[in-house]
């Protein structure tokens, strides 16, 4: 500690939420896939719903006032696809296109950029009855949706994200059944994978059509090393497939306009449905890549795990509340080998945080030194990345206040605000405090 280290003076400070986390106002739009899925029985902790979450929907003129208090430069947030269209073509819901125009209006009101994410997982039931991404056509009815959002903020919004991980969208949903739709299939998982792909490269065009030859346009993947457990070549070999399943599978066709041949030859009959043109699509050139961060993964050979041959082990360390564990230099290894391998235009932690237990203390505030303590590395980390020539612009803080874990329900607490979900107080936590002191300073101690 004690050596100061600074960032470059543009650099972009944010917190990052996403819609079905925090917005509530259930009754005020259609109904998302993950409505379905908290209904389904032992899917989600304590069966919690995403029906009033942070009742963001009705309190977002105060959470704007948070962000100003906290110093944020930028917020990432999402737009839910069935609020703005219930059925998720066709009629729109003025009211909810409305509440997407009030917010922007705020937050640059404010002084705050606005990072708008297309999809983060709430896809309309609607469509899901019709196949959801395992049907082709939920492409272009995506294409249609950023249509329809992109005409209405485009003349505000220049930041923009079409996707949010879509790893966790075609396996965690397809593939382990933990996130809705709550399927377990493979090869359905990958054709999946692939029509978000498509849909990302499909957008791009209608965004920059209604945005501006100067919007800054990107797609945000959950990006992890994975390290091998032992030297033995059947662990470096697993640890490679694990890379090329999580990191590869995304990078190489959004990047290179192919999908990485070691994993095409693992995946064998279960490679997708590839249209003619499809790889071309995803490969359009984007502004910036979006990087969610929380760890890394080490990884050893298992002969007997289906599907890839490959287990995850726990070394000795400090663990987070999702018993992921806390290994930073971990992301200077990342922003650097992207840098490196894909030589993206611009980067952005678009998410960066942990779990812990909080509670408010007998002082009324939230001790949460574990939590300063990750934010705090994580920020010399990227700094050093940044010294060693990673195009990084902006940080984003997963996340803006506790919400909604997806099958873990309202069990885990991510927020740099706490929320009493009782009151809808909001406290921001030390670690909300430390963080408005590093914006301020735009330096971190190391
Ligand atoms: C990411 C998600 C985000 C949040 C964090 C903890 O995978 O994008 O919504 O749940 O994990």
Excluded at 61 to 78: E, I, N, P, Q
Excluded at 297 to 304: K, L, N, P, Q, T
Excluded at 354 to 371: I, L, Q, T
Excluded at 379 to 398: D, H, N, R, T
Aim: proline share 5%; hydrophobic share 40%; net charge negative.
């Amino acid at each position: 500690m004690g050596q100061i280290r600074a960032f470059p003076p543009d650099f972009v400070w944010g917190a990052a939420t996403a819609s079905f986390q925090i917005e509530g106002g259930r009754k005020e739009r259609g109904e998302a896939i993950w409505d379905a899925f908290c209904r389904w029985p032992g899917k989600v902790v304590n069966g919690d719903t995403g029906d009033v979450a942070d009742d963001h929907y009705h309190l977002y003129r105060d959470d704007v006032g948070l962000m100003a208090r906290l110093g944020l430069g930028a917020y990432r947030f999402s737009i839910s696809w069935p609020r703005v269209l219930p059925e998720g073509k066709g009629q729109v819901n003025a009211k909810g296109l409305d509440f997407y125009d009030m917010l922007v209006d705020a937050l640059l009101e404010a002084g705050i950029t606005p990072f708008v994410t297309l999809y983060h997982w709430d896809l309309p039931s609607a469509l899901q009855r019709l196949g959801g991404w395992a049907a082709r056509d939920t492409i272009y009815r995506f294409v249609d949706y950023v249509g329809v959002v992109a005409d209405r903020l485009g003349d505000r919004v220049q930041h923009w994200i079409t996707h949010n991980e879509p790893w966790v969208v075609a396996f965690l949903g397809n593939l382990e059944g933990v996130h809705a739709p709550g399927w377990e299939d493979a090869g359905l998982a990958l054709q999946i994978a692939h029509h978000v792909l498509v849909s990302h490269g499909l957008a791009l065009p209608v965004l920059r059509e209604k945005s501006g030859e100067q919007a800054k346009l990107g797609i945000t993947l959950n990006l992890s090393p994975a390290h091998p457990a032992t030297d033995s070549p059947e662990d470096r070999a697993a640890a490679q497939r694990q890379d090329g399943y999580l990191n590869r599978w995304f990078l190489d066709p959004v990047f290179r306009g192919s999908y990485p041949a070691d994993m095409a030859e693992w995946y064998g009959y279960l490679m997708p449905r590839i249209a003619p043109g499809d790889m071309e699509i995803i490969a359009r050139p984007i502004d910036f890549l979006g990087v969610n961060f929380y760890t890394r993964s080490v990884i050893r050979h298992a002969e007997d795990a289906p599907f890839l041959k490959v287990a995850a082990v726990s070394p000795e360390g400090e663990y987070t509340a999702m018993d992921w564990e806390v290994y930073p230099a971990a992301l200077t290894e990342l922003l650097l080998r992207l840098t490196r391998d894909y030589a993206p235009a611009a980067l952005y932690i678009t998410e960066n945080g942990c779990a812990y237990e909080d509670g408010v203390s007998s002082d009324g505030h939230v001790h949460d030194p574990k939590r300063v303590e990750y934010f705090r590395q994580h920020f010399v980390a990227s700094q050093e990345a940044i010294a060693q020539g990673a195009p990084l612009k902006g940080y984003f803080a997963w996340s803006l206040m506790d919400n909604f874990e997806w099958g873990f329900g309202y069990s885990r607490r991510f927020g740099i605000t706490y929320v009493d979900y009782a009151t809808q107080e909001r406290i921001v936590k030390d670690s909300g405090l430390y963080y408005a002191s590093v914006i301020k300073a735009n330096a971190v101690e190391a």
